[in-house]
């Protein structure tokens, strides 16, 4: 049984950095392609970024590019991002996932970690 937890969560003030990680156990752990989600208080789930397993093929959204990054571990088991010039809107529960393919919907993933908050005060 895969299980994946992230660590890193915090609070910070805005224009601070965090960086978060996941890392996955277990026996059966494949190649898969890794996602960060967020979710804040009554807002849906929504992408933050996908890598793929090799970590060549990469995924952002659109108003999140150039603030975070997401990065594989040599041992691919780990995944981590990197969020810079955070803001108040950041603010959010943060989620790490596991599925096959690097896309943003939240149901083409098959593993979900417990989740990290982030909290960036003003």
């Known amino acids: 049984q895969v299980q994946l937890a992230e660590s890193g969560g915090g609070l910070v003030q805005a224009g601070g950095s965090l960086r978060l990680s996941c890392a996955a156990s277990?026996?059966?752990?494949?190649?898969?392609?890794m996602g960060w989600f967020r979710q804040a208080p009554g807002k849906e789930r929504e992408i933050v970024a996908a890598v793929s397993w090799s970590g060549f093929a990469t995924y952002y959204a659109d108003s999140l590019k150039g603030r975070f990054t997401i990065s594989r571990g040599n041992a691919k088991n780990t995944v981590y991002l990197q969020m810079n010039s955070l803001k108040p809107e950041d603010t959010a529960v943060y989620y790490c996932?596991?599925?096959?393919?690097?896309?943003?919907?939240?149901?083409?993933?098959?593993?979900w970690g417990q989740g990290t908050q982030v909290t960036v005060s003003s």
């Open positions: 277990g026996r059966t752990f494949r190649s898969y392609a």
């Open positions: 996932a596991a599925g096959d393919h690097v896309v943003a919907d939240a149901r083409r993933y098959d593993l």
